[in-house]
């Protein structure tokens, strides 16, 4: 290895800077690439750079490489040559750690097979632990339906022998021989704070039928569960109706609660408007429209409004009051709309249609502006009104019911785009009658 040439140092141009082995388009770098293709890289530089002088570049980058492998090797030439000297006993060692490493060996897989078996027991310990968790939730909360069922048609079966019951219970009789009041009060408000509380049980019974669904233990006890729902509705519905007819405040209240735990304030709605709000609208407008023709009112409804406004401020004022006291959660119900609304609605389209109809366009005008002038009037005295007004159509299309629905059937009853219509085509006749008028006198008038 003598004998071996050395690579010239690099050449220096004037200020001592080394001057560039190669031409710029000469990229040694490119040859180190892990996608490198000769083909690509001969193909590429050929198109500007003669195949001679490429070949030349590249037989001097050949013979640097070469200069360069051959200053590494002497220079590394002492150490690898006395290699074998310092290799002495290397195969006695190994073969003396040979047997520790085979023992080591098999002492990590025996300890790999011990933790694998014991992840597995640990694994299926966990499973048999989650189905039992799962199983014993399952046990508890059919136990737990099984006792509310039966606590439910226990607490129904107590109603009419509970002092709850109004028909039942002995009413006290004051010295003037008439039965006390404050006793038939008190009878009725213990009978409402019962049906809450069996309707609370009701709620907690739905709750837990809704997480036990399609199991047989259900299935049986179904009957048992409509029975004891029918039996809650009608009590309960007993009870709300002896509340408004004696304007009880308390039981209305607690009436109302239970209506809304069980989720049922359609009921409510449709009782007090059959109960209270029907009779008194159909004093006010009858049903019969023969009748209703003959009488002195016709289709006007201003003066029907002024009494229904008095009978709403008298007779319904005090539950829409109750449904939105503060802090109450009674704020679920409707009664401006699904009650007060919808019976003035269909009773006057039952016994008044006419005071719909554009055909008598002063009389249309004058309930037009009557009937805005009534929903101002429950505006005023409806606590909710702000609270539950739609955003946009949409919430009226997914939940047509409510105050604001029947507020829009209201405005559509009264076809005041029809009304409009029928107002311009009727200048437009006008002005067309003129003008034909206009021309056969025209006409006449060149004749003669």
Not at 29 to 58: I, K, Q
Not at 276 to 291: E, F, G, T, W
């Amino acid at each position: 290895m003598a004998d071996l040439v050395m690579a010239p140092p690099p050449a220096m141009d004037l200020f001592g800077e080394p001057i560039e082995a190669h031409p710029p388009w000469f990229k040694p770098d490119a040859f180190l690439r892990a996608g490198f293709d000769a083909d690509a890289y001969v193909a590429e530089l050929r198109s500007y750079v003669p195949l001679d002088s490429l070949a030349a570049e590249l037989r001097a980058h050949l013979a640097a490489l070469r200069a360069e492998l051959v200053g590494l090797i002497n220079r590394d030439y002492a150490d690898f040559v006395g290699l074998s000297a310092h290799l002495k006993g290397v195969d006695a060692a190994a073969a003396r750690m040979r047997a520790p490493l085979a023992d080591l060996r098999d002492k990590v897989a025996a300890f790999r097979a011990g933790a694998s078996a014991a992840l597995a027991a640990l694994r299926e310990g966990l499973q048999q632990r989650a189905a039992a968790t799962a199983a014993r939730e399952l046990l508890e909360l059919l136990l737990d339906t099984s006792h509310v069922v039966s606590k439910v048609e226990k607490l129904i079966k107590e109603l009419p022998t509970a002092p709850s019951d109004s028909s039942n219970a002995e009413i006290p009789i004051n010295d003037t021989g008439t039965p006390n009041g404050k006793a038939g009060t008190g009878v009725r408000e213990t009978q409402s704070i019962l049906l809450e509380r069996i309707a609370s049980e009701m709620n907690r019974l739905k709750f837990y039928i809704s997480h036990a669904e399609n199991l047989p233990f259900i299935e049986n006890m179904e009957k048992r569960i409509q029975g004891a729902t029918k039996l809650l509705d009608g009590s309960l519905e007993r009870c709300f109706v002896d509340g408004l007819e004696h304007r009880d405040a308390k039981v209305i209240y607690n009436c109302l609660r239970a209506y809304a735990a069980i989720d049922n304030t359609s009921s409510a709605e449709e009782l007090f408007r059959t109960t209270v709000v029907s009779p008194l609208i159909q004093k006010i407008v009858p049903q019969n429209y023969a009748r209703a023709v003959a009488g002195a009112s016709s289709d006007e409804l201003e003066e029907d409004y002024q009494q229904i406004k008095a009978c709403v401020e008298k007779d319904c004022k005090f539950i829409l009051e109750i449904s939105s006291s503060e802090n109450s959660g009674l704020h679920v119900f409707d009664f401006l709309g699904n009650s007060i609304l919808k019976e003035v609605l269909s009773a006057i389209q039952k016994g008044k249609p006419g005071a719909f109809s554009p055909g008598k366009p002063k009389e249309f005008l004058r309930n037009y502006k009557v009937s805005l002038g009534f929903l101002d009037f429950l505006e005023g005295i409806s606590v909710l009104w702000i609270d539950y007004f739609p955003a946009n159509n949409a919430e009226l299309e997914l939940d047509p019911t409510g105050s604001f629905f029947f507020i829009l059937v209201f405005h559509k009853s009264y076809s005041v785009n029809y009304s409009r219509f029928i107002w311009v085509f009727g200048v437009m006749i006008g002005l067309l009658f003129c003008r034909l008028l206009l021309l056969q006198v025209c006409c006449n008038e060149v004749t003669l």
